[in-house]
């Protein structure tokens, strides 16, 4: 198991601008002090490079690096509300980025079958030309993207289950048949996009899987989703890449969403994941996403660490009654279930 960091990851916090801000470097202090009490998991530490201008622009206009590069060497400012940059807000973004695209690298390379980057700040917010919801660049679709166009890959799966909608991801992959996108995650939370009938458009329709969840869901509604609609659609779809948007925001003590997995919950997501994955033959690695309770954050990296890693078993669970037949209805008009 490969684990990518980077102490870039602590020179971005927000809180310079706004106090109050969640996204803080505790985070990946939080994360790795529990990770090195576990010996790390048996992970293989790796220290992420820096994205280039040339990489970045796999998925980004020239002109939002460019803007994010003035922000950072004036001082820093606003992109929105809530999205901030920072003096060493850049670099951290840079290795971000670069972490999940060497992370690509080396399993499609046959280095690992699985890995994970605990690195900040998180991506799947990021569109093509707009910076929002605490993401700067897009690191997983930068590393599916990568997969692609640089490393010869045909098709390319990404399972986000941050509590929030990756509508960056989703929009920059919308019109694409090689890259399949599922999202399970809060319905009416920010950003308000992910509808369960938004199948992607054109070319792509059917390679987005929308899977909003009610306010106070728990294990047996999101692992249900995965186990009995989004896993058969992805073995149909034949990914020889499995990505993770690995947000950890659905923990019942978060403070940004609303649902109630507990830590052992993101290892049986993580589980099903992998399993996915082997009966593909194909490696998995997960990106950091969102998670802002910083004790139950580092216990979900941990949990899913350890599980990408083949710790555990993936528990199968019986259709929720409510939730995965009104998914299955939208999703069965593309995929075999």
Do not use: K
Request: glycine residues 10%; proline residues 6%; charged residues 20%.
């Amino acid at each position: 198991m490969l684990y990518y960091r980077h102490e870039s990851s602590l020179e971005h916090d927000p809180r310079a601008l706004l106090p109050e801000h969640p996204d803080t470097p505790e985070r990946v202090r939080a994360i790795e002090a529990t990770l090195a009490a576990a010996g790390w998991a048996g992970c293989e530490l790796r220290s992420a490079p820096a994205a280039s201008d040339e990489e970045l622009a796999l998925v980004h206009a020239p002109a939002q690096i460019e803007r994010i590069r003035r922000l950072a060497e004036a001082q820093g400012g606003a992109l929105d509300a809530e999205t901030y940059v920072l003096p060493g807000s850049l670099r951290a973004a840079r290795h971000a980025a670069g972490a999940a695209m060497a992370m690509v690298r080396a399993l499609i390379d046959g280095e690992d079958a699985a890995g994970f980057c605990g690195v900040r700040p998180a991506g799947h917010h990021a569109e093509f030309d707009r910076a929002m919801g605490f993401c700067l660049f897009n690191n997983v679709a930068l590393a599916a993207e990568l997969a692609i166009r640089a490393l010869a890959l045909e098709r390319v799966f990404v399972l986000d289950w941050d509590v929030h909608h990756g509508n960056g991801t989703a929009e920059i992959f919308r019109r694409r048949r090689d890259v399949l996108v599922a999202s399970i995650h809060q319905g009416g939370l920010f950003p308000g996009t992910g509808p369960a009938g938004d199948a992607g458009s054109g070319e792509g329709l059917g390679y987005t899987i929308n899977a909003p969840v009610p306010r106070g869901s728990g294990e047996e509604v999101w692992v249900s989703v995965l186990e009995h609609v989004i896993v058969p659609a992805a073995l149909e779809f034949r990914p020889q890449l499995v990505l993770i948007s690995a947000g950890f925001d659905a923990h019942r003590a978060d403070p940004l969403g609303q649902c109630e997995l507990e830590a052992s919950s993101f290892a049986q997501l993580a589980c099903h994941a992998r399993d996915l994955a082997a009966a593909l033959g194909a490696p998995v690695g997960a990106v950091l996403e969102g998670g802002y309770d910083e004790a139950a954050l580092a216990a979900s990296v941990l949990a899913t660490v350890r599980a990408l890693g083949g710790a555990g078993s993936a528990e199968s669970i019986a259709p929720d009654p409510m939730v995965t037949p009104r998914i299955a209805a939208h999703v069965g008009h593309f995929w075999s279930l």
